[in-house]
């Protein structure tokens, strides 16, 4: 099964929205801050739909692109050896040159007095926990959105076994794995549960010979329902919060894994419009933008408390956009000047495509965020 240029389009569509989303979800904030405080009324709700309720769904969307477009071709195509090799350079060394770049610099502003209570302590850290902070075998890397790409590598390794599985006891190992995702169950060797799921999701999809166009005609309901979904859940989640009933959290774990199809429908609507097709062409500055994020909104955020500026809906507002501005800035950038570091640190995945023309097919996407060119 190939993967024709308006899947593929629309595959680098979700990345670059969802990504951009999940942005919302790690703007700093304090106690004093916090959206379950009130205290800035209607956008502490909207921060709470945001960042807990409609951008979850980034994730396990995600994953289930990964796992969808690695086993694309069937078990046939798929050489275990040959994928552990190319995932090393496209995913295992951005993981650790973003990682250990953001853990030399917390160390070097730590050992000036800088940056404690805002992140890790790194100076005291135990060597244990200086592994995990660097390469988050046991916990979250100290770039925690990273989290993502350690728990993408376990798919990968553990790949033969799950499309082994989901070939053949499909509906079995998806009550258990969903199950593993959304009650309260051990982690395990995951660090995100629903990471499992969703590239199992897609995995499935990819070797049953899923149509995954099949939806789009419903697109508009389906859209309507996710973002109806995710309204009703911020409310339950804005009058519970912080701290969630079990049944609140399962329903949440619930409702970011059924956002999959919600996003996918989306992308059917985004890429018929000039602005989908622009998004859609953007590469690897996805997988920047990713990488990237994190560390700016932390240092934002201390800059921020070192001003005193009291007005936190400003800071709310103005990070986003201005981490935003500095990650397209700076990866074009790097493209120009340093294009060698460039595609390391992207993992070989270029910053921009040529226009899908209808009924030809391109090279199929590459990596969990972002597509090799």
């Given at each position: 099964m190939t993967i024709d240029a308006t899947i593929s389009a629309r595959i680098n569509l979700m990345r670059i929205v969802l990504i951009s989303g999940i942005i919302f979800v790690h703007v700093p904030y304090d106690p004093a801050t916090s959206p379950y405080m009130g205290t800035f009324g209607g956008l502490d709700w909207l921060r709470v739909f945001l960042a807990d309720s409609l951008f979850r769904i980034g994730v396990p969307c995600l994953s289930a692109i990964s796992g969808y477009l690695l086993f694309h071709r069937g078990l046939a195509g798929f050489d275990y050896g040959k994928t552990l090799r190319g995932k090393a350079s496209t995913i295992l060394l951005p993981f650790l040159l973003w990682n250990a770049a953001f853990l030399a610099f917390v160390y070097i502003a730590q050992t000036g007095?800088?940056?404690?209570?805002?992140?890790?302590d790194v100076v005291n850290a135990s060597p244990r926990e200086l592994m995990n902070l660097g390469l988050a075998?046991?916990?979250?890397?100290?770039?925690?959105?990273?989290?993502?790409?350690?728990?993408?590598?376990?798919?990968?390794l553990l790949s033969p076994l799950i499309a082994f599985v989901v070939m053949r006891y499909p509906r079995?190992?998806?009550i258990l794995m969903l199950a593993y995702a959304v009650l309260p169950l051990p982690n395990g060797i995951f660090l995100k549960k629903s990471i499992l799921f969703g590239f199992s999701f897609?995995?499935?999809?990819?070797?049953?010979?899923?149509d995954i166009t099949r939806l789009d005609r419903f697109a508009v309901p389906v859209v309507l329902a996710a973002v109806t979904m995710a309204l009703l859940l911020s409310f339950a989640l804005y009058a519970?919060?912080?701290?969630?009933?079990?049944?609140l959290d399962t329903l949440r774990a619930l409702a970011a894994i059924a956002g999959i199809f919600g996003a996918w429908a989306l992308s059917a609507l985004l890429i018929r419009t000039g602005t989908g097709q622009a998004l859609s062409r953007l590469g690897g500055l996805s997988f920047w933008i990713f990488c990237g994020h994190y560390p700016l909104l932390i240092l934002f955020w201390m800059v921020w408390n070192r001003l005193g500026i009291a007005d936190y809906p400003l800071f709310y507002a103005a990070s986003p956009a201005l981490a935003l501005a500095i990650l397209v800035s700076t990866h074009a950038a790097a493209r120009r000047f340093t294009p060698a570091l460039a595609a390391i640190l992207t993992g070989r995945r270029a910053g921009g495509q040529k226009r899908p023309v209808a009924g030809h097919p391109q090279m199929e996407p590459d990596g969990p965020i972002a597509q090799r060119r």
């Open positions: 007095g800088i940056g404690f209570g805002y992140l890790p075998i046991e916990t979250w890397p100290i770039n925690i959105p990273l989290y993502f790409l350690r728990d993408l590598l376990l798919c990968l079995t190992v998806f897609g995995v499935a999809a990819a070797l049953h010979r899923v519970f919060g912080p701290e969630f009933p079990v049944w």
